[in-house]
Every structure is written in structure tokens, then in C-alpha cells.
């Protein structure tokens, strides 16, 4: 019987987490990282992008995974550069901003792979960087398990909860399709569709190296 464990039997292949919001996706990633010893990205992928092409960290992570129309309306983006030293700002920024995170990706799996937690990295991986990779998509089905994580984790408060965490799957899905074209929740877009509810967060990353023992 294989382990799921077993560095010997690994393929050296790239994985990528999407997940719901209040899932559990980022623990996931975590526990997978330890348990390969691969190294993990998820909000830092911005900052190192921003630093390596000059671009404004704050206008960055405003960006992180949301909806790019409501973006512009909601924060009014326009009027705030893109670049770190004040150059002018433009309607290319959700591209400008794609364009670095995809050229970091893709700098880094060809040195070794990763693990990735969204912002639409396997699409890099797929059409740009051409590595293989396994991807997964974490979702919970108990609705009380991501408010719980919400609320703890991410410290959030808010009497509408519920709301919030909608809110942030949209701004994710809106995201996802903006530059794939394809449905974020859709199971034909993944290798692996993971119920933290049920499953649990180490019981999730032990079916990722499962198929990665399979490949």
C-alpha cells in the first residue's frame, strides 16, 4: 500500500489550491508544504511580484482576487498608480497586474515546484508556463465550519456573516473568469474536489499527495 508520505514514489509537480472562502484552503496549502517540504504562495505572490516589477503594494492587494469591474467602482483604482514610483495609471492595470504575477509564476516552477493558492496560477501554469501541476478545488459544506474560520481566523465581525463570505466567493469567481473565461466552482475545471467538512484540512492535503503518488 502506498504512503502518503512517500518522497520516492512523488512526481515533482506543481499544485494549486482554489478554494472557497472560509474553507480552510490556505491550511491546506500549509499542511502541504510541511508534509512535502515545497514552499507555498499565496498573498505573498503579490508582494514579491510587486518588488520584483516595481509595482504599487497597496494598489496590489486592494486587487488581490476580486471582482475587476466592481473594483473599479468600488475603489476607484484609476486614481491611484499601478507603479511604485507614481507613473501614470490606466485602464491596463488588471492586465499589468496578471502580467507580473504570471511572469514571477513562471521564474519560479521553472527553478522547481510549488504550491499556489489561486489568483489564477494554474491557468498561468496551464497556458503560459506549460509544467505540470495537480489542481484542487477545497470547499466546506457545513456553512457553520467557514463562519467559524472566518471569525477566528481571519478575525472577522460582522453580524451579516453569511453575507461577507458570499461576497468574497463572488469577488474570487468574478476574478477567476475575468481571465480564464472559465467557472471558478465548476468540477470540470480540477483534479480534485476536497470538502474540508468532511474530510478535514490534513485529510484534504493527504488526498493531494495521494494523487500525486498516482500521477
Known amino acids: 500500500m502506498k504512503s502518503f508520505d512517500s518522497a520516492a514514489e512523488r512526481k515533482p509537480v506543481s499544485v494549486v489550491i482554489d478554494r472557497e472562502y472560509g474553507s480552510g484552503g490556505r491550511e491546506v496549502a500549509r499542511i502541504l508544504s510541511e508534509k ?3 514552499e507555498f504562495y499565496d498573498g505573498n505572490l503579490l508582494v514579491m511580484a510587486g518588488m520584483e516589477y516595481g ?5 496590489l492587494q486592494d486587487y488581490d482576487e476580486k471582482g475587476v469591474g466592481s473594483l473599479f467602482k468600488d475603489m476607484g483604482i484609476l486614481s491611484r498608480s499601478i507603479y511604485a514610483d507614481g507613473g501614470g495609471a490606466t485602464e491596463d492595470e488588471p492586465y499589468q497586474v496578471y502580467s507580473a504575477i504570471s511572469r514571477l509564476v513562471q ?8 504550491i499556489f493558492l489561486g489568483r489564477c496560477t494554474a491557468h ?5 508556463a506549460h509544467v505540470p501541476f495537480i489542481h484542487a478545488f477545497v470547499y466546506a459544506s457545513d456553512m457553520a465550519d467557514r463562519i467559524e474560520r472566518a471569525k477566528t481566523v481571519d478575525g472577522v465581525e460582522t453580524d451579516r456573516i453569511e453575507a461577507y463570505i458570499r461576497k468574497k466567493d463572488n469577488q474570487r469567481k468574478n476574478f477567476y473568469r475575468f481571465f480564464t473565461d472559465k467557472a471558478w466552482d465548476d468540477p470540470k475545471n480540477y483534479d480534485l474536489m476536497l470538502n474540508t467538512s468532511r474530510l478535514g484540512y490534513e ?5 493531494i499527495i495521494g494523487l500525486m503518488n498516482l500521477a
Open 107 to 114: 521564474q519560479m516552477v521553472a527553478v522547481k515546484p510549488r
Open 203 to 207: 485529510g484534504a492535503a493527504n488526498a
Open 55 to 59: 509595482l504599487n503594494i497597496a494598489v
Open 36 to 38: 512535502l517540504n515545497m
Open 124 to 128: 498561468i501554469l496551464a497556458t503560459e
